[in-house]
């Protein structure tokens, strides 16, 4: 079963921020969060991951609470081009590689 | 192109015949997944590889399911006597192995099976 909970849809004006929730409360403490999206007929597509500490790249930004039981995945400024499937997973680790469990994930729908 | 490439895309097969899904990761990769997705659903995990090395095919449905890396690149999943149920689409992933390097995905396969 997938260690993450998110809502099935949300919906976005185009050119605000669109804020991700996801809930993983039974995270370990040497797991990390990883955000992935999928768009219409595509791959998933990474975006980005984290451990404790906020990170930012060119894609979004992740935050992630002081206790780790909950994350928001932020898109500064919603495109159309950004409306897919958002996955946030949680990384179980074993050995020198991993496996990743996938949640049914968020539909995001940015609006004009 | 550098990302990883499936082919074919797409596939139809009549139920009871057996097809083979090509995976050809990014060069240098040498961890590779398989998944498979069904409509509506995440990715499913079948089998890993490293290198070519089958490290866990815990995923794999039943023993009608086959994946090879004979040379640690190119990866063939193999579905014998397909089942309606097999319909999903296939997707297969790679990264360097080491640390927290993220999955870069194909496109996928989309089975039908009629």
């Known amino acids: 079963d997938a260690k993450t909970t998110q809502p099935t849809s949300m919906d976005c004006a185009e050119g605000r921020a669109a804020n991700l929730p996801c809930n993983h409360s039974t995270i370990s403490g040497n797991e990390y969060v990883y955000w992935y999206r999928q768009i219409h007929s595509q791959g998933p597509q990474y975006i980005i991951h984290?451990?404790?500490?906020?990170e930012t790249n060119e894609m979004a930004s992740l935050i992630i609470t002081e206790d780790r039981k909950s994350s928001t995945l932020i898109l500064p400024h919603a495109t159309l081009r950004d409306t897919a499937v958002y996955y946030c997973?949680?990384?179980?680790?074993?050995?020198?590689?991993?496996?990743?469990?996938w949640g049914a994930g968020t539909k995001l729908i940015i609006k004009p | 192109g550098a990302g990883v490439s499936q082919s074919p895309r797409y596939k139809v097969a009549k139920r009871g015949q057996d097809v083979a899904l090509r995976c050809d990761p990014i060069s240098g990769h040498v961890s590779l997944f398989w998944y498979q997705q069904a409509l509506g659903q995440g990715p499913e995990f079948l089998t890993y590889?490293?290198?070519?090395?089958?490290?866990?095919k815990s995923g794999l449905p039943s023993d009608r399911f086959f994946a090879e890396r004979p040379e640690g690149s190119v990866s063939t999943l193999k579905i014998q006597r397909t089942q309606q149920e097999d319909s999903a689409v296939y997707l297969c992933?790679?990264?360097?192995?080491?640390?927290?390097?993220?999955?870069?995905f194909g496109n996928g396969t989309r089975l039908t099976v009629t």
């Open positions: 992933a790679s990264n360097r192995g080491t640390g927290n390097s993220p999955l870069h």
């Open positions: 590889f490293q290198n070519e090395a089958q490290l866990d």
């Open positions: 984290g451990l404790k500490n906020n």
């Open positions: 997973i949680v990384r179980v680790a074993w050995d020198s590689n991993y496996q990743l469990i």
